[in-house]
């Protein structure tokens, strides 16, 4: 089982010093977080859709093994606009293209409850995006259905897991999976901030116990050939912090695990969708 870890996003001011050297700025975060992680969740392209140039300059500006997952604008996630999306995959073409891109990340909304046209709007994202290892991750408790795991799985779309608070209408917190990837976005436990601002919905650290939790839980799988655990809790830079803690405590509890770390080699060769 290969485990990626890494962060939702890098450029943020507020990790210069706790996490980047002082005075890091631009492309320098960039070329500092490849030394720590192999991958990152872009979380930019949630708030304007990328262009190609900007993609493929991310890429080269990378090393060859560094990977990406890219996260769907909300103009489509949200808006449900179907003009957006040309230009949002010939964008993340230029990373499919180089073998630099692990997934599509597409994150739906609380207000989007499971129904029969929400349904309809997945199986046209999962047409539109197949072969770019979809995963779509469920805000609401509504999805929290049976046949939803099936379902995604036949037409090759990954269910994402969350670390969320208890909410009554949340996605709960847990593991779970459509196909041979297990797929963790860590945002929050506490749920006094979660109906906040987003800087403060995931202004949360993690403890060791939490994570061990999680690598006790991944470890006892046999069912899946990769794993990505990302972290969104990216207030001061408590994500990156939550996730070297991750890669250590996982050296450390599951020395089997194949934990892919800054330049492992045949990095890209063994990426399967």
Not at 149 to 174: F, I, K, M, T
Request: one cysteine or more.
């Amino acid at each position: 089982m290969r485990c990626w870890v890494g962060t939702s996003g890098y450029s943020y001011t507020d990790w210069v010093g706790p996490f980047y050297p002082p005075g890091t700025r631009g492309l320098g975060m960039l070329a500092h977080y490849c030394r720590q992680f192999p991958l990152v969740e872009l979380n930019f392209s949630f708030y304007r859709n990328p262009t190609p140039s900007m993609l493929a300059r991310m890429a080269d500006q990378t090393p060859e093994w560094f990977q990406f997952i890219v996260k769907m604008p909300r103009t489509i996630s949200h808006e449900e606009r179907d003009d957006e999306l040309p230009l949002f995959r010939t964008a993340v073409d230029e990373l499919q293209k180089r073998q630099r891109l692990l997934g599509v990340l597409c994150q739906l909304p609380q207000a989007a409850h499971y129904n029969r046209n929400r349904l309809e709007r997945l199986n046209h994202l999962a047409r539109e995006f197949n072969g770019y290892g979809l995963g779509i991750e469920f805000r609401h408790r509504s999805w929290l259905r049976e046949e939803i795991s099936p379902w995604l799985a036949e037409r090759q779309v990954d269910l994402v897991s969350v670390e969320v608070p208890n909410h009554p209408g949340l996605y709960p917190r847990g593991l779970v999976k459509s196909k041979n990837r297990i797929y963790v976005r860590f945002h929050s436990r506490d749920a006094g901030n979660w109906y906040e601002s987003d800087k403060q919905r995931y202004n949360y650290n993690f403890t060791d116990n939490i994570l061990q939790e999680w690598i006790d839980t991944i470890r006892g799988r046999r069912d899946a050939e990769q794993v990505f655990l990302l972290f969104n809790n990216c207030y001061r830079s408590q994500a990156a912090e939550n996730a070297r803690r991750m890669q250590e405590l996982l050296k450390q509890m599951a020395p089997g695990l194949d934990l892919v770390t800054p330049g492992t080699p045949d990095t890209v060769q063994k990426v399967m969708f």
